[in-house]
């Protein structure tokens, strides 16, 4: 069965700081892969998307995330942090095929210092 | 604007008292799905809809109904409440059923069963 799996409960980073979330999947084929963000008392909000082609893709708000297949992840980095930054971050993957349901991690909380 | 709405927002029921959560999307999607958010879990699927009077169990259905009669519309149904679904629920859309198009949220709703 497919699965995602987020390492980092919680992260803290100074403002500025560049960061790294992980996430790893288990799936059999090529994945269709999100991440999406949490802000404090709102939904979710897709940062980015992958599903073929250039593995390094860019979403939203200066984050950007690689696939490697090889070794089944797909992180979420961006280069210098903002406060605003603070939020929970969940990694997901199409299940199923193209026609499937999301399966989410089980998210990471990012924490900004100033 | 184009947007999933749920009411209510907030929600404090006791045991065994039927509710309804509504959910509905001016987007004119087909796909739509409820998840559950618990701590330390991440988001779980409880029940989709890949179009009208077409439903399927998630992973989490237990205690819950749903139904589909317009396109618009996808209320949650919990027929007798415990505590243990105390919970954020959040319902989902997206345009026909491919992964490949962007999954809508909406806001959430909490629920508190006593």
């Known amino acids: 069965a497919q699965s995602v799996t987020q390492p980092d409960i919680h992260i803290t980073v100074s403002e500025g700081a560049s960061l790294e979330l992980r996430c790893n999947y288990s799936?059999?084929?090529?994945?269709?892969l999100f991440w999406y963000v949490q802000s404090p008392g709102q939904g979710l909000q897709l940062l980015l998307k992958?599903?073929?082609?250039?593995?390094l893709v860019q979403g939203i708000k200066g984050f950007e995330a690689e696939f490697k297949r090889s070794q089944s992840s797909f992180n979420l980095r961006k280069p210098s942090v903002h406060w605003s930054d603070a939020a929970e971050y969940f990694c997901?993957?199409?299940?199923?095929?193209?026609?499937?349901?999301?399966?989410f991690g089980k998210g990471t909380k990012l924490s900004v210092k100033p | 604007e184009a947007q999933v709405t749920q009411n209510p927002r907030y929600l404090i029921t006791v045991t065994g008292k039927k509710l309804t959560v509504t959910c509905s999307q001016n987007?004119?999607?087909?796909?739509m799905s409820w998840y559950r958010q618990d701590p330390g879990l991440g988001l779980r699927q409880i029940y989709y809809?890949?179009?009208?009077?077409?439903?399927d169990k998630g992973d989490v259905p237990e205690g819950y109904k749903v139904s589909r009669k317009e396109k618009r519309n996808f209320p949650l149904i919990l027929e007798s409440p415990s505590p243990n679904q105390t919970s954020l629920y959040f319902c989902?859309?997206?345009?026909?059923?491919?992964?490949?198009?962007?999954?809508?949220f909406g806001p959430g709703t909490r629920l508190t069963v006593l």
């Open positions: 989902a859309s997206r345009a026909r059923t491919s992964l490949v198009n962007e999954q809508f």
């Open positions: 799936y059999g084929a090529t994945p269709y």
């Open positions: 992958y599903f073929s082609g250039d593995t």
């Open positions: 997901a993957v199409g299940e199923g095929g193209s026609q499937g349901n999301l399966i």
């Open positions: 987007m004119n999607h087909e796909y």
């Open positions: 809809s890949m179009n009208v009077e077409v439903t």
